[in-house]
């Protein structure tokens, strides 16, 4: 822990280039706490970014990976510009 709270990630949002999503379990309480902060700085630096919220908690990618999958496909679809 005290490793990571020598990073501001934040911060870091702020500098994000790609398109980002923020994949939230509604029981993962900790990592919600300042989940809009995030949204917004990573907006803010005009990169387009989404908030989802999905059931379980902090590890749906060990607990679920065929839903995190599902989920990580339906963002990159409407994060990304379309190729025509």
């Known amino acids: 822990m ?4 020598r990073h501001d990630f934040l911060a870091m949002a702020a500098r994000l280039t790609t398109p ?3 994949l939230n379990g509604r029981a993962d309480l900790p990592f ?3 989940e809009r902060r995030f949204l917004a700085a990573t907006r803010a630096a005009g990169t387009p970014a989404r908030l ?3 059931s379980g908690g902090h590890l749906l990618s060990l607990a679920d990976p ?5 989920l ?3 963002a990159h679809r409407q994060l990304l510009p379309q190729e025509g």
């Open 66 to 70: 065929d839903r995190f999958t599902t």
């Open 2 to 5: 005290a490793e990571l709270r």
């Open 20 to 22: 980002t999503l923020y």
């Open 32 to 34: 919600r706490g300042d």
């Open 52 to 54: 989802f919220h999905t």
């Open 72 to 74: 990580l496909r339906r």
